[in-house]
């Protein structure tokens, strides 16, 4: 399977809220990939292994694991380009999840794919 597959539906099980519009779980798996096939391949596998329930435009998780800045997102230093906004970093911040690395992020970006912002 696609590693962006995996990398999706390992940064779905990490989802911070009871729920979400479909938008907004879009918008989070975006931090993966941008193309629309793979996304939706991630959201149908999320709901057939059980990570997601879908009704409508929400999406609920069923399970809650937060990332925590230290332990599963980390800083570097270094020259990176956020995968959200684009912006020039000098310290990037990855989520460090069992299916790979997802990052760089700026500091607000980083915030703003966990659902902090």
């Known amino acids: 399977m696609d590693d962006r597959v995996e990398r999706g539906l390992a940064l779905l099980v990490r989802l911070e809220h009871e729920s979400l519009s ?28 059980g990570v997601i329930d879908r009704e409508d435009a929400t999406v609920r998780p069923r399970r809650h694991q937060y990332l925590r800045f230290g332990r599963d997102v980390i800083s570097k230093d270094g020259e990176f380009s956020c995968r959200r906004c684009g912006a020039s970093l000098s310290t990037g911040y990855f989520m460090d999840l069992d299916a790979g690395e997802i990052g760089p992020f700026g500091s607000t970006c980083i915030r703003k794919v966990l659902g902090r912002e």
């Open 22 to 49: 479909l938008s907004d779980t879009i918008d989070r798996l975006e931090a993966v990939t941008t193309d629309p096939t793979a996304i939706r391949t991630i959201l149908d596998e999320a709901e057939t292994r």
